[in-house]
């Protein structure tokens, strides 16, 4: 599976910005796709993940609320939508997929490369 991420960018705080995923290589309808992120200095954190059909999504706390996934299966692909951005946003955001429902972050076996966003005060 290929996995090409963007939408990534420079926003003020209180911003949005819509991160897209392109998945490739395997029938896209199959498989749980999730976010991760990864700010400076620190460990790759999971967001969120969304079930083949669409219909469950589940998010950690920290973005609950203010991002939400998606996908639409006809055009393989996953989407984060991210609203009232703040600083600590700022991380390069990877695409992850697996076959596996539910991951909580666990066992994503695909990644992408990443997209930056950066969140400026």
């Known amino acids: 599976v290929q996995l090409q991420a963007s939408g990534g960018g420079l926003v003020q705080a209180g911003g949005c910005l819509r991160l897209s995923c392109e998945a490739s290589g395997r029938t896209f309808s199959s498989l749980v796709m999730g976010w991760f992120r990864q700010a400076p200095g620190k460990e790759r954190v999971f967001l969120a993940e969304?079930?083949?059909?669409?219909?469950?999504?589940y998010y950690v706390d920290s973005v609950k609320g203010r991002f939400t996934i998606s996908r639409d299966n006809a055009k393989n692909t996953v989407y984060l939508q991210m609203n009232s951005l703040k600083p600590e946003d700022t991380a390069v955001y990877y695409c992850?997929?697996?076959?596996?429902?539910?991951?909580?972050?666990?066992?994503?076996?695909?990644w992408g490369q990443g997209t930056e966003v950066t969140v400026s005060s």
């Open positions: 969304v079930h083949w059909s669409g219909a469950r999504t």
């Open positions: 992850v997929a697996t076959s596996k429902w539910p991951s909580r972050g666990f066992e994503f076996d695909f």
